[in-house]
């Protein structure tokens, strides 16, 4: 049950387009079905999913508009939606489910002072770095042990210190109190804005709404992949550059891989580097998810693309916002989850002690779309004013965003989607891995349906150049 004063989804997906620069007309194209709730939460992810799918379609069906294409209508199941937002789960690669999601030693422990922590551990070297600070084996017992003669936040402290990924569960009111939660009280949930002086680029030659725009994609795990499918799913040439030492979760590079060319560079070489610039000469949007001064002495910050690549659309992800103690600091869904209050207020809703996760990764996905519509937005600025613009999202923005679209009183009581809920948005394709079997996109145009051309592929499976692009 919804309180009657909360928004519909219609209402939030209104404000996002407001708030993004959009024309008020263009959303009488919109056709959202589905009521809540769609999975057992007391947040309203189903609006979520839906809303943020919709806002990277509009934004689609806008550019076709403007490309000299028919207005076309853009729909979106809350069903469909809410299981994209957890493809991963469903994807069957070669008739084989998924592997399990977690490290053994990943997930939630106490601490001496009866608080909860949350350990990421996919990775080796994070889950190294956890073990550092507590001087023990990567043994689940042990880390348990080690953690009782410790007090919450000072091993959340220090296990970032040591360059590992944990995070302190704290109610709401607990995160509100925090500095960085006041930084990010003042920033909307996607900012797009003008870093540099250009002159409108004309747009390719093609039959879909993003055909012939090239976007560079150095992202990995969910938000920044999925903000890279989506685009794909909509036309453009997207490149996954990954580096040769960086650890990955196969399983979801499989998932967001499709419709993706896939290229290894270096980036700690020059010659790496020299690359990327010569990529990013030509790219149309530049999205990535790295920490701040990470990508800087890598020689890609935001006015630096933009002075290689005038009318550049640069995409910033980053976990817990751009501003703040905390802008540099490393963080996952499940941990921002943690971090911010959703953990603790789903644990009191369901009545349990400790934490209780959203029944998806909500935060990455929502994320992801929201991503991919900034990216259009901004390139529809472009086309139309000029200028290199920057669009930044978080984690913990979206986070924010999705505590204010209001709670449910019986969203725990929902049921959770059955094989045969799931199955109808399922589609068989080709890969390098085997026949896949996804989830499909849920934004449906109606003249511009959203499909991806190009087979998921094992990373650096492409050379490091863009295809040709369609002759006028």
């Known amino acids: 049950m919804m309180d009657s004063t909360v928004q519909t989804p219609s209402d939030i997906l209104a404000d996002l387009w407001k708030l993004a620069g959009g024309a008020p007309s263009a959303l009488d194209a919109i056709r959202l079905t589905g009521d809540e709730p769609q999975l057992p939460s007391s947040f309203r992810v189903g609006a979520a999913a839906q809303v943020s799918v919709a806002a990277a379609g509009l934004a689609a069906a806008e550019i076709w508009k403007m490309r000299g294409g028919e207005a076309q209508e853009v729909a979106v199941d809350m069903v469909h939606a809410a299981v994209e937002c957890r493809s991963e789960r469903y994807l069957n690669v070669a008739g084989k489910p998924p592997p399990p999601t977690w490290d053994p030693t990943a997930g939630v422990y106490r601490t001496g002072d009866a608080r909860f922590v949350r350990l990421h551990t996919n990775f080796a070297h994070h889950r190294a770095a956890v073990c550092k600070a507590l001087n023990c084996e990567p043994e689940r017992e042990k880390i348990q042990a080690a953690l009782m003669h410790w007090e919450g936040a000072a091993f959340e402290t220090a296990a970032y210190a040591a360059g590992g990924v944990v995070s302190l569960m704290r109610s709401f009111d607990q995160w509100s109190a925090l500095p960085q939660a006041k930084a990010l009280a003042e920033l909307p949930v996607v900012s797009i804005e003008k870093i540099g002086d250009a002159a409108p680029r004309p747009w390719p030659t093609g039959d879909r709404p993003l055909a012939g725009l090239r976007v560079l994609d150095l992202s990995r795990v969910i938000a920044g992949p999925v903000a890279g499918r989506t685009l794909a799913a909509h036309g453009a040439d997207v490149m996954l550059i990954s580096g040769p030492d960086l650890p990955t979760i196969p399983w979801l590079v499989i998932d967001t891989g499709r419709g993706k060319l896939s290229t290894s560079v270096e980036l700690k070489s020059e010659a790496g580097r020299e690359t990327l610039r010569g990529l990013l000469k030509d790219a149309d949007i530049f999205a990535q998810g790295y920490r701040p001064r990470a990508i800087a002495s890598l ?53 349990i002690d400790g934490p209780k996760e959203l029944p998806a990764q909500m935060l990455d996905h929502a994320t992801g779309y929201l991503m991919a519509f900034g990216a259009m937005m901004g390139r529809l600025r472009q086309a139309r004013e000029g200028g290199s613009w920057h669009v930044r999202v978080s984690l913990a923005q979206t986070g924010r965003w999705l505590w204010n679209l209001g709670r449910l009183t019986d969203g725990l009581k929902a049921p959770d989607f059955s094989r045969d809920t799931v199955l109808p948005f399922l589609e068989e394709t080709p890969s390098g891995f085997g026949t896949l079997n996804g989830v499909s996109h849920s934004g449906r145009l109606s003249r511009t349906p959203a499909f991806w051309a190009r087979p998921a592929m094992p990373l650096g499976s492409h050379p490091p150049e863009w295809p040709p692009r369609e002759a006028a």
């Open 299 to 351: 020689g890609f910050a935001p006015e630096e693309a933009a002075k290689l690549s005038p009318g550049i659309v640069y995409v910033t992800l980053s976990a817990y916002g751009h501003d703040g103690p905390w802008a540099d600091r490393r963080g996952f869904d499940s941990l921002v989850q943690t971090s911010t209050g959703f953990n603790h207020a789903e644990g009191v809703a369901a009545g």
